[in-house]
Nanobody, 118 residues
Framework: QVRLVESGGGLVQPGGSLRLSCAASGSISNINMAWYRQAPGKSRELVATITRRGTAISADSVKGRVTISRNDANNTVNLQMNSVKFEDMGVYFC?????????????WGQGTQVTVSS
């Protein structure tokens, strides 16, 4: 079992940048990691993923504006977002999916709020 803790949320102006961090309580080297977000009244949506081998994919809505990265040495995953828009506002969640033999485990953080306002 891995516990995920997000940080870095807060108030950001449109056009600005934000950097979110996710710290894991254990090793993430075998875990595919991702960031999701949920805007008020909307479903949770995928923002970006990075596999345990380092392959990164971002959603079309943020493509070209986000960079997801991981550091397995200190068990962290970061999300850098530039040119922030109003529609980027929401709660951002760190996610991990791990396969151990026949079992699959999924981990979620508690989320960090991102508010976009001028």
């Amino acid at each position: 079992q891995v516990r995920l803790v997000e940080s870095g949320g807060g108030l950001v102006q449109p056009g600005g940048s934000l950097r979110l961090s996710c710290a894991a309580s254990g090793s993430i080297s075998n875990i595919n990691m991702a960031w999701y977000r949920q805007a008020p009244g909307k479903s949770r949506e995928l923002v970006a993923t990075i596999t345990r081998r380092g392959t990164a994919i971002s959603a079309d809505s943020v493509k070209g504006r986000v960079t997801i990265s991981r550091n397995d040495a200190n068990n962290t995953v970061n999300l850098q977002m530039n040119s922030v828009k109003f529609e980027d506002m929401g709660v951002y969640f760190c996610n991990g999916r791990e396969i151990k033999g026949r079992d699959q485990y999924e981990y979620w953080g508690q989320g960090t709020q991102v508010t976009v306002s001028s």
